[in-house]
């Protein structure tokens, strides 16, 4: 019997992950406990994917290093995962020195081989932010399916991996202006000269491994379209160090490295073992032989392809990943690697009207979950019953509720309550005694073994739907015999039918366990089988008799799960309705109006944050559903790059200006806050104007006055920032509050914040009519 290795896709570690990116984690880890208690030899890796450009920029925009982000936000994903139950064998992470070695090795051997070859290339350079930008950091519009947000990496629409120069329309996602083409030298894979050894593996694989149609059908779509040479290295500092000359300044691009992150981090666990610092929850690990080092434990599972076979489970987005590009850095590098036998791949988990985002913040996340009092194992419930196999799922709180209610409580919590509640009412708490009934073992062995032969090929959500219908065929032997009254009528009877019945429900102990470890070892305890331990002293082999049980077990009963109520429900719905973002700052709010506190102000530079920049009114007109608003037609950017960008804001400005007095000004806009809607027009950005109540009505009253301020003749698109800063990244999007955590006030006529007088291109900016006051 062939061993198994496991793995599932690393989440990227600078996101909470939601619960469609929990699929492939919990789909693992199902697959990983049906695997063990069957009698295999199972280990089970995963990790963060800590390299690359998205974290070197969030690490930049919180003002702390990417190390110290990753270690953070690693600690999240463990909290998140342990809460759900996740055997790991190990949940390392990418940025290890057992990371370096391998990658660097493997790159050495493609090199050697002939496989890498050296360009000369135009890359996309964002003169605003003074770098070359990573792929997934240029936004555009998908050449293929014509989505106006793809990322230059890959399109999330149409999921075509895409070179960024492909991209119509580009911009820099930090700051939203026209990446310029400009030379730099860079490593590529040669894939077309793999293609070979790569098609030959592809054609054996995926009939003996039984992928995925979706993962047979991308791949074969990628080898027809022509495979072409690709970049393995980038323009970063946060990164694995690339070991040739010339490129000390660039690392290695985090696709090609952060799959090489499966055998690092089972190194890792290798070096644990070696040196005894094993944690309580691999103590399976104690009865390996003694390896004398890391790259033992690796060889043994990643170099043994007589002996391993590898299993891993990705959404379909990473697909190419891992049936192409990987594969080829494994087979070119001429080691005799473990390769992929099974991939398991699914479709997309949305969430009530839309997709699930952590870019976004939308859906429910990790984090969420564990506040709503739900338990883990009716979370996992949930999933593995909606896994989107073959299709795309919906996840809504309305089908969550029904589905809880009526399949895990009516039917699988409703058999376990009933049986062992008629063992402690009507037996003193004991197993009755009787003859099994062979034609109902007949039917429970060939369900059973179907449940086992759909694990085995990996189909989770049939096998597990199969076991709920195990478990209402059971509920309908219960009825029909109606044991209470047999109980009367035919006592021997009445005992056998019960007994059967109690080791069917051991029997779903086992083939829940998978699923839902809590719950299974809950039931299991209900026959006294040490809940403890679980029910690792249980495996698969006991199932299909009427044995197990021993005589004298104190069997007990209590309710699985409580009900999902309405009012329960309907609060979840409505708490996570918006971003996640937009929870965050609820949140924040109620505990600072609780407690009596301020908003804190931003630790981060005010050119880090907001993204002030001069804008020219072109025109402007009264909106038809509000007095006091104005419909402002914007023109930023061209005068300082050449590009021509518009925009429409909405402003209060009708009590205070006319529209002949605004139009043509060149005025200051935050270019990077939050649209929003003001009677039914977006308006994508505010100006800025100071104000205060020294005007004068006629009876003497002081009155509210308002001074937009002018940016003069500068050009436009030219950045507001404090005297003797410079410019740098600012978030593509902020929400008002964050606006408002940098204080910006007029002082003797001078606009200013923290002290420091605002400028455009040098010159600070003054106000001509109001001395002293608030600018928003």
Request: with cysteine.
């Amino acid at each position: 019997m062939k061993r198994r290795l496991i793995t599932s896709a690393l989440p990227y570690v600078n996101n909470v992950p939601h619960l469609g990116n929990l699929i492939q984690v919990l789909s693992a880890d199902a697959f990983a406990r049906f695997c063990r208690l069957r009698g295999y030899e199972t280990l089970y890796v995963c990790g963060t994917d800590e390299y690359g450009t998205a974290t070197e920029n969030r690490a930049a925009e919180e003002g702390v290093t990417p190390q110290e982000l990753c270690g953070r936000y690693h600690a999240v994903h463990d909290e998140i995962y342990r809460w759900f139950n996740i055997a790991f064998d190990r949940f390392g992470r990418t940025s290890t020195p057992i990371q370096t070695e391998i990658t660097q090795d493997i790159f050495k051997k493609l090199d050697a081989a002939g496989f890498i070859t050296e360009k000369t290339v135009e890359q996309l350079h964002c003169a605003r932010c003074g770098r070359f930008l990573a792929d997934r950091y240029i936004r555009g519009v998908c050449p293929h399916c014509g989505s106006a947000d793809a990322r230059g990496d890959q399109c999330e629409a149409c999921g075509k991996l895409l070179d960024p120069t492909e991209l119509k329309e580009p911009r820099c996602a930090a700051c939203g202006s026209l990446p310029s083409l400009k030379s730099t030298r860079h490593l590529y894979i040669d894939l077309p000269k793999i293609k070979d050894r790569l098609e030959a593996w592809i054609k054996t694989a995926s009939e003996k491994g039984f992928w995925a149609n979706n993962a047979i059908r991308m791949t074969q779509a990628w080898i027809r379209d022509g495979l072409r040479e690709r970049a393995i290295t980038r323009d970063l500092k946060w990164g694995i160090p690339v070991p040739r000359p010339g490129y000390e300044e660039k690392v290695f691009y985090v696709w090609f490295d952060a799959p090489i992150g499966y055998i690092s981090i089972t190194g890792n666990l290798g070096a644990a073992i070696a040196g005894g610092d094993i944690s309580s929850n691999a103590n399976r690990f104690k009865a390996y032989p003694q390896f004398s080092d890391w790259h033992d434990f690796v060889d043994y599972w990643w170099k043994s392809p007589d002996d391993v076979e590898l299993f891993q489970f990705i959404g379909k987005d990473n697909i190419p990943f891992h049936t192409v590009i990987f594969p080829s850095s494994l087979l070119g590098s001429g080691d005799n690697w473990t390769m992929l036998h099974h991939m398991s791949s699914t479709e997309y988990l949305n969430y009530e009207s839309g997709k699930f985002s952590k870019s976004r913040g939308i859906g429910v996340f990790g984090t969420d979950v564990m506040k709503t009092s739900i338990p883990s194992d009716v979370w996992r419930f949930f999933i593995f019953y909606n896994r989107p196999e073959k299709a795309d799922a919906l996840f809504t709180w309305k089908d969550f509720q029904e589905k809880v209610n009526g399949e895990l409580i009516g039917n699988l919590g409703n058999l376990v309550n009933r049986t062992v509640s008629f063992i402690t009412r009507y037996y003193g708490g004991r197993l009755p005694a009787g003859d099994p009934d062979p034609a109902f073992w007949e039917e429970v062995r060939g369900r059973e073994n179907a449940i086992a032969e759909k694990l085995e090929c990996a189909e989770l959500r049939d096998a597990f739907r199969d076991v709920f219908e195990l478990s209402s065929f059971a509920n309908k032997y219960f009825q029909d015999a109606e044991p209470w009254r047999l109980r009367r009528e035919d006592p021997p009877k009445a005992e056998a039918v019960i007994r059967d019945l109690a080791h069917v429900v051991r029997d779903l102990a086992v083939l829940v366990e998978p699923y839902m470890p809590q719950a299974a070892a809950r039931i299991a305890s209900f026959f006294g089988l040490k809940p403890q331990e679980g029910i690792s002293d249980l495996a698969w082999k006991d199932i299909g008799r009427a044995e197990g049980i021993a005589p004298d077990a104190e069997i007990k009963s209590e309710v699985l799960f409580a009900k999902l109520e309405d009012g329960l429900v309907e609060t979840l719905r409505e708490r996570y309705s918006g971003s996640q973002k937009d929870r965050q700052e609820e949140e924040r709010k109620k505990e600072e109006a609780e407690n009596g506190e301020a908003a804190p102000k931003s630790a981060l530079p005010f050119a880090a944050v907001l993204d002030l920049r001069v804008a020219k009114i072109e025109k402007i007109g009264r909106h038809p559903g509000a007095d006091k608003l104005y419909i402002i037609n914007l023109e930023i950017g061209e005068g300082s790059s050449g590009v021509r960008e518009e925009r429409t804001i909405v402003s209060g400005l009708v009590p205070f200006y006319t529209e002949e007095e605004l139009l043509g000004k060149r005025i200051i806009v935050a270019y990077n806050l939050k649209p929003a809607k003001l009677r039914g027009i977006e308006s994508k950005g505010m100006l800025l104007a100071a104000g205060d109540n020294k005007g004068a009505l006629p009876d003497g009253q002081n009155a509210e006055r308002c001074e937009v301020l002018d940016a003069g003749g500068v050009p436009t698109g030219t950045r507001l920032l404090p005297e003797g800063e410079e410019a740098v990244p600012a978030p593509a999007e902020i929400d008002i509050d964050t606006f408002f955590s940098h204080s910006i006030r007029v002082d003797q006529f001078a606009v200013q914040s923290g002290g420091k007088n605002l400028c455009l291109a040098g010159k600070p900016v003054r106000t001509s009519i109001i001395p002293e006051g608030e600018v928003h």
